[in-house]
């Protein structure tokens, strides 16, 4: 699965977009992009994922660069609920189905 | 629908103790996984079971710890003759497919604490 590289960490102001890069420059064609977060402790939480095009649920949006080298994570109102640590995976296609978890993000929303 | 459920959330055992944890998917899951998330950092995944069978341990250490998934009842994760280096927080998560498309639910974890 390729590397992914996200910024230690972010600040937003409450009720504005947070916006979360993630840069995986050695992505394959067959490897999706998975974004989860964890707040304080508790277990991860699903949010969102994508292969080539943009995708949007109730959660946020993920935007996919054209060569699929880096892609952001879009919280479109940030609430204080959303101060957690956010991590950028590549998952392949047909490989394990294992999770690698890197450092991620701390988000922290202020108020 | 209730979430994964994982028990005991809190665990103290004394060195050279054995520890059980216990996973239960969601209603309707058969695929669950074991991650350990050591203080400061992040998950770590160790081990991947369907209903019976261990389809990936490539994370487990190679002693001390075994996992299983039964036909009927919880994933049990067994560390024997804990140390202080077990001490860690161990999340199960569960899916319906274990397939790429399929999102994996994570339960609360267990904090294991290792004295």
């Known amino acids: 699965d390729a590397k992914t590289t996200q910024p230690t960490s972010m600040d937003c102001a409450e009720g504005r977009a947070a916006n979360l890069p993630c840069n995986h420059s050695?992505?394959?064609?067959?490897?999706?992009v998975y974004w989860y977060r964890q707040i304080h402790s508790q277990g991860p939480q699903y949010i969102i994922h994508g292969l080539k095009n943009n995708e949007t649920n109730e959660m946020a949006s993920l935007i996919i660069t054209e060569d699929r080298k880096s892609s952001t994570l879009i919280l479109p109102h940030a609430t204080l609920r959303d101060t957690a640590v956010y991590y950028c995976i590549a998952v392949t296609q047909g490989g394990s189905e294992k999770l690698v978890f890197g450092k991620g993000t701390k988000l922290t929303v202020n108020p | 629908n209730a979430g994964v459920m994982q028990n005991p959330r809190h665990l103290v055992r004394r060195r050279g103790q054995e520890a059980r944890l216990r996973c239960s998917p969601m209603k309707g899951h058969s695929h669950v996984y074991w991650y350990r998330q050591l203080p400061e950092e992040g998950l770590k995944f160790m081990v991947y079971?369907?209903?019976?069978?261990?389809?990936?341990e490539s994370g487990m250490p190679k002693e001390r710890f075994s996992a299983e998934f039964p036909k009927e009842g919880p994933s049990i994760l067994r560390i024997q003759q804990v140390v202080r280096g077990d001490s860690a927080a161990y999340f199960c998560a569960s899916s319906s497919t274990g397939g790429l498309m399929d999102e994996q639910y994570f339960g609360p974890g267990t904090r294991l604490t290792v004295t």
């Open positions: 079971l369907q209903k019976e069978n261990i389809i990936d």
């Open positions: 050695t992505i394959s064609g067959n490897e999706y």
